[in-house]
């Protein structure tokens, strides 16, 4: 008889997990690391997610460590979560990139509207340059045409002394009746004026008609009581303080002097003009009026 045959076992496959699990697992951790290292990156971009990201990070970590341990059954579960995690990161990036594009929009509105500051403030500074040269440009004209009206006032100031120089030099001087002393008399208008400009005096002119009434001059009161206009003579009454005094037969541009008790000076009247009832000239008064007390 043969030999017994015998029998064929077959050996079984090991009962370990599939080598797929490790390749889906690595695959899973090169994709959480790539997704990690975008999260970082817009982390730096946005810092206000910055604390979901690691928080991401770490809850990837944990699944990764625990699809090399759990079961089949487990990776699987972790799948699920990975996809999970993977489906926020994408809405966080997207959120990332939306306030990274906002802030650029509100970035450009902000220098939009800070040139159009800077515009305005040019158009304001250029406008007021404009105003104050156009100012400076007005002040040199008045400036010159003040220069040309001063010359043109000196010429006039200088002519004018130089005719009062000249007037002043052909004036008659006559001896007072009271004092003794020579004074300047007027016999015109321009002589008076010339007279007045020197200042030393005040003058009242007068046109005396022949009447019973005494005419008012400066503070004296004055009658005509003849008057000779071919022999340019006349005779007055002058009244001052209440006293009354006649200058008779007296003529033309002779100085006739009478002391008040208003002024240590005496007052001086001159008559330039003697006609047939009148009589025309100019009364003298000092400038200071000091009283001459009991005198």
Do not use: C
Request: proline content about 4%; overall charge positive; charged content about 25%.
């Amino acid at each position: 008889m043969g030999s017994p045959q015998q029998p064929t076992y077959i050996i079984p496959p090991p009962s370990g997990p599939n080598w797929k699990t490790p390749l889906l697992i690595g695959a899973l951790i090169l994709l959480g690391a790539s997704n990690i290292f975008q999260f970082v990156q817009l982390g730096k971009v946005q810092s206000e997610s910055k604390a979901d990201m690691t928080k991401l990070q770490t809850d990837v970590n944990a699944a990764i460590e625990r699809m090399k341990i759990d079961s089949s059954e487990q990776v699987q579960t972790s799948r699920h979560n990975v996809e999970a995690l993977q489906t926020q990161l994408h809405q966080q990036t997207l959120q990332a990139n939306a306030l990274v594009g906002q802030a650029k929009v509100d970035a450009q509105r902000k220098v939009e509207a800070l040139k159009e500051q800077v515009a305005q403030k040019e158009k304001e500074q250029e406008a007021a340059i404009s105003q104050v040269k156009a100012t400076a440009d007005t002040a040199t004209t008045q400036i010159a045409s003040v220069s040309t009206d001063v010359g043109a006032v000196k010429t006039d100031l200088g002519a004018t002394k130089s005719q009062l120089e000249q007037t002043i030099s052909t004036l008659k001087k006559a001896t007072g009746d009271i004092d003794g002393h020579s004074s300047l008399i007027a016999t015109n208008a321009s002589e008076l004026k010339a007279l007045r400009e020197l200042g030393e005096r005040n003058y009242a002119e007068f046109t005396i008609n022949k009447s019973k009434q005494f005419t008012r001059v400066a503070d004296v009161s004055i009658e005509l009581k003849k008057s000779d206009p071919k022999h340019n003579r006349f005779t007055i009454e002058i009244t001052a303080d209440d006293v009354t005094v006649e200058k008779k037969d007296r003529t033309v541009n002779e100085p006739i002097q009478f002391l008040t008790k208003k002024a240590r000076q005496p007052y001086e009247l001159v008559v330039n003009s003697v006609k047939k009832d009148a009589i025309s000239g100019y009364l003298a008064t000092p400038k200071v009026m000091t009283g001459r007390g009991g005198d």
